[in-house]
C-alpha cells in the first residue's frame, strides 16, 4: 500500500507514469507497505495464468527473496526507478523515505533491489545513474542502501505514520526504528542471498 499523500501522474510516452506525493513527506516515514491486499503468485500461479495476465506481471510484479512475484494492488505497482530513490526498502516488507520528498516530487525506489530477472536500461537522471540496473546490484551496492535507511530510521518516531497500522509486523518496525534489532540487510533480499552472501 503507497502512502495516502500520493497520487498517478502520466509523465510521458517513454516513462509512463508515475507516482507524486500531494504534500511534504518527512524524512522516516513509510512511504509502502506489504499489506493483506498485495497478490504474491508463486512460479506455479504465474505459469498457470491465462497469457493475458503474463504482460501484467512482468511489467508490475517484483521478486522477493523466495522466488515469488509480488502485485501490488494499488499505485504503489507504478513507482519508477532511480539510482538515487526518495524510499529505500526495510526488509521486503515496507520502504521508508530517506530523504524529506517534497508536494509534487516523484517517490521513486530501487529497483535493483526487486530481484529482477534481467538487465534493465534506466533513464533515471539521476547525478550517479548506473545507466543499467542489474540483477546483482543489491550484492555490490546493499551495504550503501543499508548505510541511507539506518540514517533515516531515527526520524521514524518524528513524523506521523498513516501506514503503520497495515504493516504485517508493526512491532518489528518499531524494534528497527528503536534499535533494538538490526534492520535486515537489502543484501539478504536478493533471491541467491544464502549462495551469495
Known amino acids: 500500500m503507497i502512502h495516502p499523500d500520493t497520487e498517478l501522474r502520466f509523465i510521458d510516452d517513454t516513462v509512463g507514469f508515475g507516482v507524486f506525493a500531494t504534500a511534504p513527506i518527512p524524512r522516516g516515514t513509510i512511504v509502502w507497505?506489504?499489506?493483506?491486499?498485495?497478490?504474491?503468485?508463486?512460479?506455479?500461479?504465474?505459469?498457470?495464468?491465462?497469457a493475458a495476465y503474463r504482460p501484467i506481471v512482468e511489467t508490475y510484479a517484483y521478486g522477493n527473496p523466495d522466488g515469488n512475484r509480488v502485485?501490488?494492488?494499488?499505485?504503489?505497482?507504478?513507482v519508477n526507478h532511480s539510482c538515487a530513490p526518495a524510499m529505500r526498502g526495510l526488509g521486503t516488507q515496507?520502504?521508508?523515505?530517506?530523504?524529506?520528498?517534497?508536494?509534487g516530487a516523484q517517490l521513486t525506489c530501487e529497483y535493483?533491489?526487486?530481484?529482477?530477472?534481467?538487465?534493465?536500461q534506466c533513464r533515471c537522471g539521476a547525478p550517479n545513474c548506473r545507466g543499467t540496473i542489474k540483477p546483482d546490484d543489491v550484492l555490490r551496492l546493499?551495504?550503501?542502501?543499508?548505510?541511507?535507511?539506518?540514517?533515516?530510521?531515527?526520524?521514524?518516531?518524528?513524523?506521523?505514520q498513516p501506514l503503520l497500522d497495515f504493516a504485517r509486523d508493526t512491532c518489528e518496525f518499531w524494534d528497527w526504528a528503536?534499535?533494538?534489532?538490526?534492520?535486515p540487510s537489502h543484501r539478504s533480499?536478493?533471491?541467491g542471498a544464502a549462495s551469495n552472501i
Open 142 to 160: 546493499g551495504e550503501q542502501w543499508d548505510r541511507e535507511v539506518a540514517e533515516a530510521l531515527p526520524f521514524a518516531a518524528k513524523v506521523p
Open 112 to 120: 535493483g533491489s526487486l530481484n529482477l530477472t534481467y538487465d534493465l
Open 178 to 183: 528503536n534499535g533494538k534489532t538490526a534492520v
Open 189 to 191: 533480499n536478493h533471491v
Open 71 to 78: 502485485l501490488c494492488w494499488d499505485h504503489g505497482r507504478s
Open 94 to 103: 515496507m520502504e521508508i523515505a530517506v530523504r524529506d520528498i517534497a508536494a
Open 33 to 50: 507497505v506489504l499489506c493483506r491486499f498485495d497478490i504474491v503468485l508463486t512460479p506455479d500461479d504465474v505459469r498457470n495464468l491465462p
